[in-house]
């Protein structure tokens, strides 16, 4: 059973950066797990935010940025707002017969 | 406008069964496959399966195998998950997903407001 780990929590001050990682127990993340970061809200649906590593939807911030970092994916937020503060959660595709998806466990971005 | 429209929470009982919806619609919809995830409370993500509209090809997590149904009617663009025998452990929010796959892209990126199901005798 493949695990894909987060940090749990991470606390930020407003006009920082912070940058969240997503590791996986098979080994190095590549590009070729498309990771896809994704941000909920209480309350709210999951939003996309980060897709095939680095790339951005039309409707994601300008301060959010995706890479690969130390064999792990990452999610970069500079110059954070009061409004970043939301679960964090990312998705690596393993594919094969089944399709395989994985979502990392989530990190709360607590921002103080 | 790319809109992923679920149906409606749902009250059951353990044993009952149910099919909750997503419709899509602003885009072909049998040209994107469409996934489920479920969220307990208080919980993460959890990936249940996907489906491509087109030819209803269905792929499900180990996880979800023989314990959900996804399927779908293309001729009025929705997918379905469905239970035949609820469980008290089925109560979470689920929703559904669109992934845009091309070469070198995989991006889930339009998701359904979600249908909470509460299974409580």
């Known amino acids: 059973q493949t695990v894909v780990t987060q940090e749990p929590s991470l606390t930020v001050s407003p006009g920082g950066t912070v940058t969240l990682t997503c590791a996986s127990s098979t080994g190095a993340v590549t590009s070729g797990y498309y990771p896809n970061w994704f941000q909920q809200k209480p309350g709210q649906a999951p939003r996309a935010l980060i897709y095939s590593t680095s790339n951005k939807h039309s409707w994601t911030p300008a301060r959010f940025s995706g890479s690969l970092l130390g064999g792990k994916a990452a999610l970069t937020l500079s110059g954070v707002q009061p409004e970043d503060e939301a679960e964090y959660y990312c998705l690596l595709y393993y594919g094969g017969a089944q399709l395989g998806v994985v979502f990392g466990g989530g990190t709360k971005l607590t921002v103080l | 406008e790319v809109q992923l429209v679920q149906s409606g929470a749902e009250v059951k009982k353990p044993g009952e069964s149910l099919k909750i919806s997503c419709k899509g619609s602003?885009?072909?919809?049998?040209?994107?496959?469409i996934g489920w995830v479920r969220q307990m409370p208080g919980k993460g993500l959890e990936w249940m399966g996907i489906?491509?509209?087109?030819?209803?090809?269905?792929r499900y997590s180990p996880s979800f195998q023989g314990q959900v149904t996804i399927s779908a009617d293309k001729s009025i663009s929705t997918a379905y998950l469905q239970w035949s025998s609820l469980k008290a452990s089925d109560t979470a929010m689920y929703y559904c997903?669109?992934?845009?796959?091309?070469?070198?892209?995989?991006?889930?990126?339009?998701w359904g407001q979600g249908t909470l199901v509460t299974v409580s005798s």
């Open positions: 997903v669109r992934l845009e796959e091309d070469v070198a892209v995989a991006a889930w990126d339009y």
């Open positions: 489906i491509y509209p087109g030819d209803s090809d269905t």
């Open positions: 602003g885009y072909s919809f049998t040209s994107y496959w």
